[in-house]
């Protein structure tokens, strides 16, 4: 099974300020990597697949990069909206798909 | 648009089976071209993967829940199933059912997810 690990578990950053997450694996998964916001009470939702491609309707200010085994996601500038838990998630090896454990962007 | 609505009890006592159904509206399940998946998420935890399952019902599952899952498809519904049988209290979480397309395995579109909470 890949492992996922993720880092930092938490980043403060202040809007208007560029947040960058990392995201490693344990074994090359290749660009199949995707990026997932999720809001408290909120399912996760699809911001980055193909590990640099947005989804639909996701803001130019969300982007992702890398290949491999470490790959980041920088937003540009946090927006009040921004502020949630991250996951990474690989769909290169399977079963099973395996999700990071997860970056919290906080208000700093 | 496509959306997904998990349903089924939010307690199920330990040692029993959790049943739960998702819904597709606005599409249909028998078009092809997308995998159904579960994926629970422990209370204030990450997102594990449980399984899938294609409308002809070809299933996959993560090895580590395989004895004891269940996935199914009713295509004359729209809809398809969790069994989770012999449940303990490390089974309490969030479910969630979610969408793939064939041939790209991250999810695409959520439900809204449903807590399942096992206790006496």
């Known amino acids: 099974e890949i492992v996922m690990t993720q880092s930092p578990a938490t980043l403060s950053v202040s809007p208007g300020e560029r947040a960058t997450l990392s995201c490693r694996a344990s074994q090359s998964v290749s660009s199949n990597l995707a990026w997932y916001q999720q809001k408290p009470g909120q399912a996760p939702r699809l911001l980055i697949y193909g590990a640099s491609t947005r989804a639909t309707g996701i803001p130019a200010r969300f982007s992702g990069s890398g290949s491999g085994t470490e790959f980041t996601l920088t937003i540009s500038s946090l927006q009040s909206e921004d502020f949630a838990v991250y996951y990474c998630q690989q769909y290169n090896n399977w079963p099973p798909r395996t999700f990071g454990q997860g970056t919290k962007l906080e208000i700093k | 648009q496509v959306q997904l609505q998990e349903s089924g009890p939010g307690l199920v006592k330990p040692s029993q089976t959790l049943s739960l159904t998702c819904t597709v509206s606005g599409g249909s399940i028998s078009s092809g071209g997308y995998y159904w998946s579960w994926i629970r998420q422990h209370p204030g935890k990450g997102l594990e993967w449980i399984g899938y399952i294609y409308y002809s019902g070809s299933t996959y599952y993560n090895p580590s829940l395989k004895s004891r899952v269940t996935i199914s498809v009713d295509t004359s519904k729209n809809q398809f199933s969790l069994k989770l049988s012999s449940v303990t209290a490390a089974d309490t979480a969030v479910y969630y059912c979610?969408?793939?397309?064939?041939?790209?395995?991250?999810?695409?579109?959520w439900g809204r997810g449903t807590l399942v909470t096992v206790s006496s």
């Open positions: 979610a969408r793939s397309q064939l041939g790209n395995w991250y999810f695409d579109l």
